[in-house]
């Protein structure tokens, strides 16, 4: 089965996230609402997907990203965004995997969660 951490430091946009994401038969195994926390957490979870929130990577994020990977290489990463054209490129650069609006509908966040999920190994 498919598993997820979700960084979002806002509950109230967690909860629909972590409802979504048990529709697609993903199973949420960790859940964050600051980066240390997601650092300390991540290696130990071993998720196969990391939902992160651009806006609490730290300020160099692609020195954060790097330093996430090499704790812990396998997963997913993907970035939700407030303004996705302002920060997807940014993302890129930082060495994000995917990129999904969290305003966009639960339907074309499943999309790409699902998109996202094709691409990841199923764990036993």
């Known amino acids: 089965m498919t598993s997820a951490f979700i960084t979002v430091a806002n509950p109230v946009e967690r909860y ?5 994401l048990r ?10 609402d600051d980066w240390s926390t997601t650092v300390a957490q ?18 160099v994020q692609s020195v954060a990203i790097a330093k996430l990977r090499q704790a812990c290489p396998d997963p997913l990463v993907v970035i ?7 920060r997807q490129q940014s993302a ?4 994000a ?3 999904i609006s969290k305003t966009e509908s639960a339907e074309v966040i499943a999309q790409g969660l699902m998109s996202a999920v094709s691409v990841v190994p199923v764990a036993d």
């Open 23 to 32: 529709n697609l038969k993903i199973k949420v195994i960790g859940e964050a």
């Open 92 to 95: 890129s650069a930082a060495g």
């Open 42 to 59: 991540v290696p130990v979870c071993l998720a196969s997907i990391l939902l992160v929130e651009w806006e609490l990577i730290p300020a």
């Open 97 to 99: 995997d995917v990129f």
């Open 80 to 86: 939700l965004f407030s303004n996705l054209e302002a």
């Open 16 to 20: 629909p996230l972590q409802m979504l």
